[in-house]
């Protein structure tokens, strides 16, 4: 569903003067500015302090972003005179509705960060983390949409929600999906009925001391389910401003170029919710060791309609795993 911000972005006109933009304060943020340019794109203007000392930083082009620091900048505003003020000048390079809209409520959460009244060198490295942002979103993916979407909806189901964000890999190519202390959590997802996952024997080895949980969840497609580009928000609302932040920065690292068209791929929640059991790791059937000579990095597949589930009460005590949804009929 698009936010409120997408519909005061469209409402914008569009400025007659290639230099200028059109812009009304970011909601909930007087000292920053929502904007239209000239060419119709989405920008969000950051005030920056005059008096403040500058810090001399290079434009940036990305495909989907462009910024610029230091900008003195001409805006028109309804039914105002016109105003003049000192900028950094985020533009989302695109006119598709899914991505303008992310980018809005990724500046909204940047901009909370901020603050009414930030630095140079602040605005400087809340902008430049968010050109990490969307910068990733050109890379090759690292991981499919099924599995983020499965461990982004543990996040937003969970019972410690912060704690699962925090917890939760930066990098899609960690051996676990959360990690905090000596505890783990591995989530796998199956597109059938069944509870046939993938595995690595070295996986469902962790070191000597660690727990690790395995958290299986069907997902089944639906159009009328809950999207990725909603799962995001919901997530991303559960928690701290930081840590939403974290959150949309492992989104993208993990959808890269595919991030666009994966906003819309949406998986019944309520399957999801109910289907969810959890088993520890000794208990997923393997391939014994020891192995064969010449033989290493072992994959295989383990149906877990054989191991007993256990229930949040056995794990209660410790704070990751508690963190979790509560199983159904808990």
């Known amino acids: ?118 630095s140079n060198r602040s605005v400087a490295e809340s902008v430049q983390q968010f050109v990490r942002l969307f910068r990733a979103l050109s890379a090759i993916p690292r991981n499919t949409v099924q599995g983020l979407w499965a461990e982004l909806f543990l996040i937003g189901e969970g019972r410690g929600s912060d704690v699962l964000a925090e917890s939760w890999h930066i990098s899609p190519d960690e051996r ?78 993990t959808l890269g170029n595919t991030f666009q068209a994966s906003l819309d791929v949406a998986f019944d929640r309520e399957l999801a919710r109910s289907s969810i059991r959890y088993c520890w790791s000794y208990a997923v059937p393997r391939i014994a060791r020891p192995l064969p000579d010449y033989v290493s990095d072992v994959k295989f597949i383990a149906d877990l309609a054989c191991v007993e589930w256990i229930s949040g009460n056995e794990f209660a005590s410790v704070e990751l795993f508690a963190a979790l949804p509560t199983r159904a009929g808990i």
């Open 1 to 118: 569903m698009p936010s409120p911000l997408l519909d005061a972005f469209q409402r914008l006109a569009v400025p007659t003067e290639a230099s200028s933009f059109w812009a009304e304060p970011f909601p909930s943020l007087e000292s920053h500015r929502l904007a239209k340019t000239a060419g119709g794109f989405a920008a969000v203007l950051v005030r920056t302090p005059q008096t403040d000392q500058r810090i001399a930083l290079l434009p940036v082009r990305l495909e989907v972003l462009e910024v610029e620091f230091n900008v003195e900048c001409v805006i028109s505003r309804t039914g105002l005179p016109e105003e003049r003020g000192n900028f950094a000048v985020i533009v989302c390079l695109s006119d598709d509705p899914a991505l303008i809209d992310y980018f809005l409520r990724s500046s909204a959460a940047m901009l909370a960060a901020l603050g009414e009244t930030p």
């Open 176 to 253: 676990y999906d959360f990690s905090i202390a000596s505890n783990r959590i591995e989530v796998k997802s199956s597109g059938r009925r069944d509870r046939r996952h993938h595995f690595s024997l070295e996986q469902l080895e962790p070191p000597p001391g660690v727990s690790l949980l395995i958290a299986s969840i069907h997902l089944e497609r639906s159009s009328g389910g809950l999207s990725l580009g909603e799962l995001i928000e919901e997530a991303s609302g559960r928690v701290s401003i930081e840590l939403g932040n974290r959150v949309r920065e492992v989104v993208a690292e």
